[in-house]
């Protein structure tokens, strides 16, 4: 009997099929798995065929419908394991099928494809283009070294003609074998063979340093290295559930950047993977989490967090479709929270209750109360500021420590007396408080982060999502809440999306993932064009790496390297006279996603600043015939309705298509929240900072379509696009 494997671009053809025709492609693999390969060859049915034009010999075609095709890779190494590649309608299968050619890298062992045509083409192209230049991107690196790193020939060629890494990128998967221009993109950022050795290729099994003295891999053992692209079909009933269970791709295949750190035996210590949006992190960390719970003990409690409640409700979904029925019940030994809620359940199980949230206006109110006695020159914001990101960051106890301590990330000085009067009132504002049985969420964190220190850990793995919104007070909570060791945390997160004010280092709340970092660049969401219009909008922004804010050395994080293979249309940015006329040019763009392109009105997504806005777009469009509901109302899957929401709450969400609405000078950056120059430099650059996250955040939610709007003063934050 022919064994079958199947790859991610054909289960992603298989996706997108209607569900009679995915009937028939079910109909044929059920008569292809029943043959014999004798049986196969003779069969009409399957009318399984070699053609004249591939470039691979090995290429062949099968009937599935009148109309459709499977493409497929034929053993030649005496196995009988056979990949479905693609199934798409008749012309495009073929054309498709004749450009590529397979091959099994040199390095990794792992099966890779090249669109061996268009690689011919970039090669006459850039060897005219590179003669009028004498430096070439990899002239430092021999041969033998990129042979050694699994380049090919006919990549080494192309990579000797490179002169700068844009030349590169030009020549991206699927052109390219994704392998090869994995290692070429490392060298390209600077990475030295070695580290490149230890990233890229050791993690996949490779142990013999030199090519020359690798043994050869067949076809089939090729396909069982490539698991992150390729998957055999074992059982008679997993078509089926790929059909029938709502298949999402991240389930099965996983980048080998991805994979690399998801199913990492064993890490010495807390790790950290970061990356742009929708780079995947959040579908690490979930991998993570079933490889700590598959290869755990019974009894290890596993914790995941991310930031709202209705990201731990989509997590806690994912991770059941992850985890699949299989291995349902290790459910049982994850929560999946935020870690508000963790400290407040703490609080609540020592103390038999917890104090009542704050909001920020009553926070407010409280500050005005606690500073009336004294004539302050400070704001109550600069008392919220001063109590959040000195006292409660670091966890002070008393006057005597406020007086000592260095206040990081502060930028204007306060001397003794001051501090001494400023103690008196943060006093006078938590006894406040309490006396009202309320508090802050950081204050309850900091409440629980204590009570665990006393209490000791509650759980093996901590795994941490949307790491990089997360207050000193939190992280102490989490680090209290596992004990240091190995596979103690797991964090993913991007310092591009920081939209909250939280400075932190990790490294003196004792989270120390030196060693044990990576970057995720392959973007699954937006096309190459939103994503480059969306990380133009940083231009010149000074992130800092993760967690390492105020810390000496703390270096610049950046989205170098950051790509899709998707392609799509440019989003669009349009100005209007009136906010009037800007909402009826955006009922407009929504029927043109809606009747159109097909769009169903669940997949896109209006944002704005503020809720007002939020408000007036629904009504507006209802009012016009657009069904359209709040985000914040939770809205499930099975509601229909175009989605509203503030720029905060699209956080993690994504949809197909997004508009921006009122991105005028006067919301973004919104004054108020951005603390002034003279106030505190410091902070004040930070605030800023976080405005433009907030508007890169917006934006990169879009997977297919964007558009950007504002009535009045167009913001200046949107310079960098629209200049
Ligand atoms: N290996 C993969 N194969 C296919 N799709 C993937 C893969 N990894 C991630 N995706 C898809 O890419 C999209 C983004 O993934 P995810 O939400 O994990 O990214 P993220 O980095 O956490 O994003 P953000 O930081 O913007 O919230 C999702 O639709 C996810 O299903």
Known sequence: MPRLALSDDFVADLISLQRPVQKEVNDTIQMFRSLTVPQLHASKGIHLEKLERARDPRIR??????????????????SELFTLLRVAPHDEAINWACKRAYSVNGATGGLEVRNVEALEQMESYFETKAVRTPARLFAHHSDTVLRDLGIDEQVMRLARVCVTADD???????????????????????????????????????????????????????????????????????????????????????HPAQRRHAYHPGFNGPAQVTGGPGTGKTV??????????????????????????????AL????????????????????????????????????????????????????????????????????????????????????????????????????????????RVMERFTEDLASRDSATYTMVCDQAARLLAEQGPRYRHVVVDEAQDLHPAQWRVLRACVAEQADDLFLVGDPHQRIYDSRVSLRSLGVNVRGRTSRLRLNYRSTEEILRWSASLLDGQPVGRLGEDDEDGGGRDSLRGYRSELHGRDPVARGHGNQDDELRALVEQIRTWVDQDGVKPSEVAVCARFNTLVDAVIARLRREGV????????????????????????????????????????????????????????????????????????????RDALAISWSGERSRMLDPVTD
């Open 61 to 78: 075609t099968i009937r599935v419908t009148k109309f459709y095709r499977g493409v497929l890779l034929a053993p030649d190494d005496g």
């Open 168 to 254: 590169l990128t030009v020549m991206a998967p699927p052109m390219m074998p994704a392998d090869q221009y994995e290692v070429l993109e490392y060298l390209a950022a600077d990475y030295s063979p070695q580290d490149v050795w230890e990233q890229l290729i050791a993690p996949r099994g490779q142990t013999v340093r030199t090519a020359d003295d690798r043994p050869a891999v067949t076809l089939s053992e090729a396909i069982l290295n490539t698991p992150n692209s390729i998957v055999e079909v074992t059982g008679p009933g997993e078509l089926e559930r790929i059909l029938t269970e709502d298949f999402v791709r991240w389930r099965v295949f996983l």
């Open 316 to 423: 806690r979904d994912s991770l059941a479709l992850l985890l699949g029925d299989a291995d349902a019940q290790l459910l049982d030994r994850v929560d999946v929270t935020t870690v508000d809620s963790l400290a407040a359940r703490v609080v609540r199980e020592t103390r038999g209750s917890s104090p009542k949230p704050l909001s920020s206006a009553a926070e407010k109110s409280a500050w005005t109360r606690a500073a009336a006695r004294e004539d302050l020159p400070w704001s109550e914001r600069f008392l919220s500021q001063e109590f959040r990101n000195v006292v409660l960051a670091q966890g002070l106890r008393t006057p005597e420590e406020y007086l000592r301590c260095v206040r990081r990330g502060r930028g204007t000085q306060v001397g003794r007396v001051q501090r001494a009067r400023l103690w």
């Open 627 to 702: 069904p359209a509901v709040a985000v914040k109302d939770d809205p499930g899957p099975s509601v229909s309705g175009v989605r509203v929401a503030t720029m905060h709450a699209m956080k993690g969400l994504e949809f197909r298509c997004v508009a921006v609405v009122g991105v005028t000078s006067n919301v973004l950056p919104f004054a108020p929240q951005v603390t002034p120059a003279d106030e505190d430099a410091v902070q004040h650059r930070s605030d800023l900072l976080a405005e433009h996250c907030l508007l890169f955040v917006a934006c990169t939610r879009a």
């Open 284 to 313: 690490v960390a979930l991998h993570r989490v079933r490889h700590l719970l598959r290869t755990g003990r019974e009894g290890d409690r596993v914790l995941l967090t991310t930031f709202t409640n209705a990201m731990a409700g």
